[in-house]
């Protein structure tokens, strides 16, 4: 339990700074997106490699993953990417977070899981939060930008459910970022005419995949192994609160009455969701 806690926090952690540094470096244009989904995953599976060959003490390809979780991990990097060019982030958050949850728990009822009445009760709670905080900025999103964040959740979704599986979530995730990488070359090829580099967006890109993506990733998938679907999906309601603490931090956002009242409830909600079950019997 212990363990499954610390695990779930630094990768919720990982997923809240991955926001900040897509924003830092599409938002502000110092990077086009194709290249940052590039960047992003290449470096992924260069740290991942290189923590794979220290762990088995001999460099190794011979790691075992699926073309599936690769496939979804490269559609939500690029979805995600690609989609917060058109939406702000109050917006983006909720289409992403609210297409995971319902991604996760329809999948967990899929194959038979039964959430506990808590867990219904959690979610309830945390996407109240969230949706009291994004609400006040909503409009009418960009048709094209939605469509491409609801992808982004739903690959997202199915790619965590993949992992609840994973015996080698290190091994595994490399696997899944190597096989990721010539997609994201094809997309890179195919808009080159769009190419923007420059020095701090690059370095942004590669923190995001070498540290945020590539071991966040791996980290989540052996959080994964005791989280219920439903828990897996309800806990990531926290992100777009860390992340908006994230802005206040490094980008000297205002923190506002609103904010503190949805964090209560996400993360009351949260709670209730994880340790409800095992209180309430």
Excluded: C
Aim: without cysteine; hydrophobic residues 55%; aromatic residues 8%.
């Amino acid at each position: 339990m212990l363990k499954t806690f610390w695990l779930t926090s630094i990768t919720l952690i990982a997923f809240a700074a991955n926001s900040l540094l897509t924003r830092m470096a599409l938002g502000t244009g110092a990077l086009d997106a194709a290249s940052f989904v590039l960047i992003r995953l290449g470096s992924g599976a260069v740290m991942l490699l290189l923590l794979t060959s220290y762990t088995h003490k001999k460099l190794t390809l011979k790691v075992k993953g699926e073309w599936l979780a690769a496939l979804m991990l490269f559609v939500y990097a690029l979805t995600f990417s690609f989609a917060y060019l058109q939406l702000d982030t109050g917006t983006g958050a909720l289409l992403l977070f609210g297409a995971v949850q319902v991604t996760m728990i329809l999948l967990g009822l899929r194959q038979g899981e039964k959430p506990h009445p808590s867990e219904w009760i959690g979610l309830l709670a945390a996407l109240t939060g969230l949706v009291y905080l994004v609400l006040p900025g909503l409009a009418a999103p960009p048709l094209l930008g939605s469509g491409l964040m609801a992808i982004a959740g739903i690959a997202w979704g199915i790619y965590s459910l993949l992992g609840k599986s994973s015996k080698n979530p290190i091994e595994n995730t490399t696997a899944n970022f190597l096989r990721s990488v010539p997609f994201a070359i094809g997309v890179s090829l195919v808009a080159l005419p769009q190419l923007n580099l420059s020095t701090r967006g690059i370095l942004l890109a590669i923190a995001s995949g070498a540290i945020t993506s590539g071991l966040g990733y791996a980290l989540w998938y052996q959080a994964l192994k005791g989280l219920s679907a439903t828990q897996a999906a309800i806990v990531q309601l926290v992100v777009p609160i860390l992340a908006a603490l994230g802005g206040i931090i490094f980008l000297e956002e205002v923190f506002s009455l609103r904010l503190g009242i949805a964090s209560l409830l996400i993360l009351g909600g949260i709670a209730i969701a994880v340790v409800g079950r095992r209180l309430i019997t």
